[in-house]
């Protein structure tokens, strides 16, 4: 019993410390999270010793066992290094909304001939219509003298339909007569046929607030900022959020990086363009030659070759932007597949991190892909190595006790839920988020692998979007990865429960179950995830507005470019299914009523209905569709999950699986 109390000691104390720590400190003071990371570093520390020491040099050569322990805890290693970057790039945070709002006074203090000219460029291939139009309309409402600002569509797909639509919108149609280097090359065609000071970037599915350029032009006073980043929000579910049936509760998959790992970036100097919602100066596009064509994520060594060069970029976390996030998993992994090649290619180019002239070592250092080469090997190795001791019975370490692992281990892995917890409060449960990592792993460790060995075998691929996107029903590949993963795992803990059949003996038995338990859990929430739900086209915003239907007073619910669900009271009466909608700064809008419906809670204690919810369809066309554009996409609304409630999301998983969905 002593014994048992005092392995779990560590444990405690890590526990203690978050109590009286950082669960009482601000985690947006640096000072706070320095001390944070490194006591969680020590912790970590502290178990890679006992790891070395304890458990891997006592293991006798005794043939592939051996070798076995020696490839599980070079996996370790390599875990604890990306921990440590990890632990070190967190240990500050820096939010430059104060900064933007003292610089954009002085910037903008000047006379409006005095400002300095901005393109607008927008790459595109193949997106369609109902994606590129929001893009287009909302650049051209930018808030900024007409006279200084330029929309060039830069349009590598060649298509007449668009150059006559940007003719009537009053944007640049560019073409160029082949597609060579793929995005960085059609956007180094548009820096010759336009001359403004600076060059904002948005990809095709991306539309600008109207106050961006008020908020980021600002920085460039300082000289050696070359690029102005901001982070990227989405109006519509991902595919993690909607297969999960967790929309409205759960947050995209990017906001970790964008909201809380973006701002540490910047704190240490290490930030990095991210391509679209981004702002350059010319002249410093000019200097490094133009984009960089030699990686499929020109972004991130546009970022590089300004360093080499002396630039810096800053990043700016406001909302100044939405865009469409990956619509269905197709999507979802050609963007990461591109974006973990492209990080990887880096390492072979003379302007990346190993070579690139005028770097620091902190900035080489920062700048290696450590997330994408160590992350799905860790994983895989996590899920691998329970199933090797139940099937072989092969150790993964020199085993003593489980006092000795309770003492150790856990307090590593307390530590750093606690730690990810207290930084990303809204935006991190450890399940979920060990789930939608270990979905990733079957798909993007390969490429992980053959970018390494081949980093330029693979040519630029497009992310498909909005209506020319294919429909999927269900990851295959994936699930059939997951499936077998399960199976494995779950036959090696029964074949070792019968004891006919059981070969394995010993403490380690207990962990080895418990973390194969562990692992089963995690796939199952996985395999959710490879089941595609049917997604909207035009995403529906939430609102809290007043409006009129035929006269009657009415509450705006939600509102989208083809629809609107407006809120009235139960006596209300309508001569005909069609009806007209009277909204704040628009005129009258003919609508057809196609459903009337009740929410559950809408019903008063007496049993009386309250309100009824009017479907109320509509067919925009010219200048009112890029009115309400504006209005939708332009800064008036997000589709931010602002916190987690962690018992809805437990509660829609188990929904889930069993087939069903219950979302806030």
Not at 180 to 194: R, T
Not at 304 to 314: F, V
Not at 501 to 527: D, Y
Not at 625 to 651: C, E, F, H, W
Request: charged share 20%.
């Amino acid at each position: 019993m002593v014994q048992s109390l005092l392995a779990l000691a560590p444990t405690l104390l890590v526990i203690a410390f978050f109590l009286l720590g950082p669960s009482n400190w601000s985690r947006r003071r640096s000072w706070a999270r320095a001390l944070t990371c490194a006591f969680v570093a020590a912790v970590a520390l502290r178990y890679m010793l006992w790891r070395f020491t304890e458990t891997v040099l006592p293991y006798p050569n005794d043939g592939a066992n051996f070798y076995w322990v020696w490839f599980v805890f070079a996996v370790e290693l390599l875990a604890f290094s990306e921990v440590v970057l990890f632990l070190i790039l967190m240990s500050r945070y820096v939010d430059r909304s104060a900064e933007a709002d003292q610089l954009a006074r002085r910037f903008f203090a000047r006379p409006e001939s005095a400002l300095p000219s901005v393109d607008i460029f927008i790459p595109t291939y193949n997106e369609p219509l109902d994606v590129l139009e929001r893009t287009i309309v909302g650049a051209l409402a930018l808030d900024y003298p007409k006279d200084k600002l330029a929309v060039y569509v830069l349009d590598d797909g060649r298509r007449d339909w668009l150059k006559t639509f940007c003719e009537g919108r009053g944007a640049v149609h560019v073409t160029r007569s082949d597609n060579a280097h793929a995005k960085a090359g059609n956007m180094n065609n548009g820096l010759q046929v336009s001359s403004g000071d600076f060059v904002a970037v948005f990809d095709a599915d991306f539309v600008p607030y109207r106050h961006f350029l008020k908020r980021t032009l600002p920085f460039f006073q300082d000289e050696t900022i070359g690029i102005v980043q901001t982070p990227q929000h989405f109006f519509n579910v991902d595919p993690v959020q909607s297969n999960l049936g967790l929309e409205n509760i759960w947050p995209d998959e990017q906001r970790l990086f964008f909201d809380e790992i973006a701002p540490s970036r910047d704190g240490w100097d290490v930030s990095f363009c991210c391509g679209s919602c981004s702002i350059a100066r010319r002249a410093a596009v000019d200097t490094i030659g133009g984009f960089p064509t030699e990686s499929i994520t020109e972004d991130l060594l546009t970022t590089l070759s300004m360093l080499n060069k002396g630039y810096k970029t800053r990043y700016l976390n406001e909302r100044l932007s939405m865009g469409l996030a990956a619509e269905n998993l197709t999507g979802y992994f050609v963007q990461r597949e591109r974006w973990c090649q492209g990080g990887i290619q880096t390492l072979y180019l003379h302007n990346g991190p190993l070579r690139g002239p005028g770097l620091s070592l902190f900035q080489r250092i920062m700048f290696l892909p450590m997330s994408w080469l160590v992350q799905y090997l860790v994983r895989f190795a996590v899920l691998l190595v329970p199933i090797v001791y139940l099937w072989f019975g092969a150790l993964p370490l020199y085993f003593t006790n489980v006092t000795d692992y309770v003492s150790n281990q856990i307090p590593l892995l307390t530590a750093y839920f606690l730690l990810m917890l207290w930084l990303a409060p809204t935006r991190y449960l450890p399940l979920v988020s060990t789930a939608v990592g270990t979905f990733a792993t079957f798909r993007m460790l390969p490429t992980v692998l053959s970018s390494l060995v081949r980093p330029f075998g693979k040519p630029f691929k497009v992310t498909p979007k909005g209506s020319g996107n294919e429909a999927n029903l269900f990851d295959a590949y994936t699930f059939t990865w997951i499936a077998a993963f399960i199976v494995v795992t779950a036959a090696g803990l029964l074949i070792n429960i019968v004891p006919e059949t059981a070969h394995i003996e010993g403490s380690f038995s207990t962990i080895a179950a418990l973390w194969s338990g562990i692992n089963i859990v995690v796939l199952v929430i996985a395999s959710l995830i490879c089941f595609e739900k049917p997604r909207r086209l035009l995403q529906a915003f939430k609102l809290d507005e007043a409006a009129e239907v035929d006269g009657s007073a009415a509450s705006l619910v939600s509102l989208s470019l083809d629809k609107a669900v407006v809120a009235v009271p139960t006596e209300t009466r309508f001569k005909s299914t069609r009806v007209t909608l009277n909204l704040d700064g628009f005129p009258p809008l003919q609508t057809e009523l196609k459903q009337v419906t009740q929410r559950r809670g809408d019903i008063s204690r007496s049993g009386d209905r309250r309100r009824y919810y009017l479907h109320l369809h509509f067919d925009l066309r010219g200048f009112e569709r890029d009115k309400m554009i504006i209005k939708l996409y332009t800064g008036n609304y997000s589709q931010d999950v602002p916190d987690i409630d962690k018992v809805a999301v437990s509660v829609n998983l188990l929904l889930r699986a069993f087939g069903r969905t219950r979302t806030a």
